[in-house]
């Protein structure tokens, strides 16, 4: 229906090294979207996110190639247009006021947050992602992919900015690392050592909850990370 309103044709066809293609000038174009999406939702935030790349930035001529990294990407020093295209279809398929009430205060449990992303229809990534960036406890996410930490998303009130495992294993004794390691089975929600995450820099007297979703057909980890507090 949107995509529409901007005169922008959405095909499904096959695509190598992408997830989505903008092609728009003078006000019409075609998104394309990689026909090997299996996941309806997956699909419908690359949509969302072409859409941002319409409202957002309309020079004479676009045409961005979003792989992947590009759909997963929330950093603005990174890619300033793909950040930006990310946050739009946060916005557009999880509007701030709706996802904040149907957060209800809960924390970013990745059992409770799949519930959020059937509401909304979104991947169970995007959601968490949208918790961290706008939901009522500081939180924190991260992607482990092929055994290595891909990325860190932390809200602003979370209490740590960075880690020190990018493209590397996770920590051993995080949740995740136990997954990668020894294969474990995690409980659904797991108290881990502020040291574990973040060095010995961290206070020891500090934890976090750690929630994990491994998914090993896509060989990620999606781990959420929120400060423990014992009368949850």
């Not at 676009?62 to 792989?67: E, Q």
Request: with cysteine.
């Amino acid at each position: 229906m949107i995509a529409g309103d901007r005169r922008a044709l959405i095909e499904s066809k096959p695509m190598q090294m992408a997830e989505g293609r903008l092609a728009y000038r003078n006000g019409r174009g075609t998104i394309s979207i990689a026909e090997d999406i299996s996941l309806r939702q997956k699909e419908r935030f690359v949509i969302a996110h072409e859409i941002g790349h319409i409202e957002l930035h309309q020079d004479s001529e676009i045409r961005p190639i979003c792989d992947e990294d590009a759909i997963n990407e929330y950093r603005e020093d990174k890619q300033p247009l793909e950040a930006a295209a990310n946050e739009f279809a946060g916005e557009l398929l999880m509007p701030e006021e709706m996802f904040v009430d149907a957060c209800n205060e809960s924390p970013p449990r990745l059992e409770f947050l799949g519930e959020i992303a059937s509401i909304f229809r979104t991947s169970l990534t995007s959601s968490a992602i949208r918790y961290a960036t706008i939901g009522p406890r500081p939180a924190a996410v991260v992607l482990v992919r092929g055994g290595n930490v891909q990325w860190f998303w932390p809200n602003p009130r979370f209490p740590y900015k960075y880690i020190d495992y990018y493209n590397e294993p996770p920590p051993r004794e995080s949740v995740a690392g136990k997954i990668l390691s020894r294969g474990e089975t995690p409980e659904d929600v797991e108290v881990v050592t502020a040291r574990t995450w973040f060095g010995d820099n961290a206070p020891r007297d500090q934890y976090f909850c750690e929630s994990t979703h491994y998914s090993e057909r896509y060989d990620r980890i999606l781990c959420t990370l929120w400060e423990y507090e014992p009368d949850i």
